[in-house]
């Protein structure tokens, strides 16, 4: 693993732990059940033991994260330098998820309104954007080293790289609407 990517890594992994932190300065204030999945209209409908909530979960995201990070440099073999940047903000997606799940997690049990739905679309919608705005951008080589199967030729990788840029921008719009409307 190059240097920079082991960088990457353990401080994607760091930012994944960091929540546990606001866990720990309200353990006290918090239900011994913590809701961890919510109902469409924001009411929690699973719930998990304190511990398990506040501390498990970061540290699973801290692992599912190592394996991610670790795996596609594995799989593609794409050096920093190389990397398209469509990678390097998935690098950074669950962290970035965990943190804010895990503020959602701890902001409904101390009382907080939470629009948990309006949360997730507003993450999801700004994600499917950028990707979508990426998408497009991406050289035939490269797409062909991160798409399986490769695309048979550069003529049709633009055609599918072109719908799939113009899929990921409208459901982040549709995503970013719902927000608003619902």
């Known amino acids: 693993m190059e240097k920079k990517n082991k960088k990457i890594l353990i401080l ?11 866990g720990i300065v309200f353990y006290n204030k918090l239900p011994d059940k913590m809701p961890i999945h919510f109902t469409i209209n924001d009411v929690p409908d699973n719930y998990a033991p304190k511990n398990f909530a506040l501390f498990g979960i970061p540290l699973i995201m801290a692992v599912v994260q190592a394996i991610c990070i670790i795996f596609v440099e594995k799989v593609n073999k794409i050096k920093d330098n190389e990397k398209p940047r469509i990678v390097k903000i998935m690098e950074w997606f669950i962290p970035i998820i965990t943190v804010l799940l895990y503020i959602i997690m701890i902001e409904v049990p101390l009382g907080s309104t939470v629009y948990v739905g309006k949360s997730v679309c507003l993450i999801l919608g700004i994600l499917f954007m950028i ?11 490269t797409g062909s080293i991160i ?11 633009r055609k599918m790289s072109k719908i799939m840029g113009y899929s990921f921008v409208g459901v982040g719009i549709v ?4 927000i608003i409307w619902v």
């Open 175 to 178: 995503l970013l609407v719902l």
């Open 12 to 22: 994607s992994v760091i930012v994944c732990l960091l929540p546990m932190i606001l």
């Open 131 to 141: 990707i979508g705005n990426y998408i497009p951008k991406m050289s035939y080589e």
């Open 147 to 157: 798409f399986h199967p490769t695309p048979k030729s550069e003529k049709s990788f």
